[in-house]
């Protein structure tokens, strides 16, 4: 298993960098520093969307999520965050609705953390978890992994087990989310030789993958900075 070295991760104002064909740009970003006017690029629907999370803290992460995602992809594309629109595939994955652009992204976010992938012309997936020791990973793992993945885990030292498992979702995640399709029983099986998976520790306590169709070697790492 190949881990990023998250140190690359470099701080940049709003306006991002030229995104060049076959690269991919990862954004990581604490949701907590969101300034509140990025808020007001959200769609009317978004808002009722965010009036119906029970608890103040989710709501106020989902909206710092889709705020910083059109702020982030607006300026990829020179547009409004606002006139930005969007659509969910069959298992929710976004996508610009933009006959004008080959820009894909996904994103992904564990309580105050987010990773946004952005490229063109390839679809891709990234999946990030909080580590929690209280999950009962081991049948998680029974039921949603493949036998090398049970047999991974199955084989790590006991002290490292937990981190493991969350290592080997998050890979199973970012594959299928580059694909559009859900960690599911009926899920079609990927063809693991499309796409290639990184892993990585955006911090402490965290796990992280990111799954690209094709190459991954042209990789960018970006840190949000208000």
């Known amino acids: 298993m190949i881990f990023l070295d998250t140190s690359a991760f470099r701080s940049i104002s709003p306006l991002p960098p030229k995104l060049r064909a076959g690269e991919v740009h990862l954004w990581m970003a604490d ?8 808020r007001d690029t959200l769609s009317p629907d978004e808002w009722v969307r965010s009036s119906r999370f029970h608890f103040l ?3 106020d992460r989902y909206v710092a999520t889709r705020a910083l995602v059109r702020t982030i992809l607006a300026a990829y594309l020179g547009e409004d965050p606002s006139a930005l629109r969007f659509a969910n595939g069959s298992h929710g994955k976004p996508a610009l609705i933009d006959s004008r ?3 894909r992204f996904n994103l992904s976010h564990s309580d105050d953390l987010m990773l946004l992938a952005v490229t063109f012309g390839r679809e891709v997936g ?9 999950v ?6 029974e039921h949603y992994f493949s ?3 049970q047999w991974a885990l199955r084989i790590t030292p006991t002290p490292h087990r937990c981190r493991r498992f969350f290592e080997l979702w998050t ?6 989310k580059a694909r559009g399709v ?3 029983e009926d899920a079609p099986a990927p063809n693991l030789y499309d796409y290639t998976v990184r892993s990585l520790e955006p911090a402490a306590g965290y796990a992280a993958a990111i799954a690209v169709e094709g190459d991954a070697s042209d990789l960018t790492f970006l840190r949000w900075q208000n």
């Not at 990234?126 to 209280?134: F, M, Q, S, W, Y």
């Not at 009962?136 to 793992?141: D, I, Q, S, V």
Request: charged content about 35%.
């Open 147 to 149: 036998p090398e993945d």
């Open 101 to 103: 652009t080959f820009m």
């Open 171 to 176: 890979r199973a995640e970012a594959r299928l």
């Open 182 to 184: 859900g960690l599911s």
């Open 126 to 134: 990234v999946d990030l978890e909080a580590i929690r020791d209280h």
């Open 31 to 38: 949701l907590g520093d969101i300034p509140k006017r990025l």
């Open 136 to 141: 009962h990973y081991e049948m998680l793992a």
């Open 57 to 59: 803290v989710d709501r």
